[in-house]
């Protein structure tokens, strides 16, 4: 059964930091790239960014760059997004997701999905 469980979210002020931890569990962790994505209520779902077996990193909304990074343990079959500098707009539901490439040149497509864990950061 896979399994993945994020942690770490909670209450900060505008300024802050928290790393959020996603726990994957099931799955040969290392086949996967690991996304981070958030929801903030009544938006859309944001990509914000994703890591693959070999550490490569893509950043999706130029709102975190420079701010958020994005990290993995394939020993540890954990993956990390530490975020800096914490504004009211990056209040949201953040989730950790697996995903694969559908074939050489294909797209990647996201299997498996967290729960979630709510960052609010307060002003």
């Known amino acids: 059964q896979v399994q993945l469980v994020e942690s770490g979210g909670g209450l900060v002020q505008v300024g802050g930091s928290l790393r959020l931890s996603c726990a994957a569990s099931?799955?040969?962790?290392?086949?996967?790239?690991m996304g981070w994505f958030r929801q903030a209520p009544g938006k859309e779902r944001e990509f914000v960014g994703r890591?693959?077996?070999?550490?490569?990193?893509?950043y999706g909304a130029d709102s975190v760059k420079g701010r958020f990074t994005i990290s993995r343990d394939n020993a540890k079959s954990m993956v990390y997004l530490q975020m800096n500098s914490l504004k009211p707009e990056d209040t949201a539901v953040y989730y950790c997701?697996?995903?694969?490439?559908?074939?050489?040149?294909?797209?990647?497509?996201?299997?498996?999905w967290g729960q979630g864990t709510q960052v609010t950061v307060s002003s």
């Open positions: 997701a697996a995903g694969r490439f559908r074939g050489v040149g294909g797209p990647l497509e996201y299997d498996y």
């Open positions: 099931g799955v040969t962790f290392i086949t996967y790239t």
């Open positions: 890591i693959n077996w070999s550490s490569r990193i893509t």
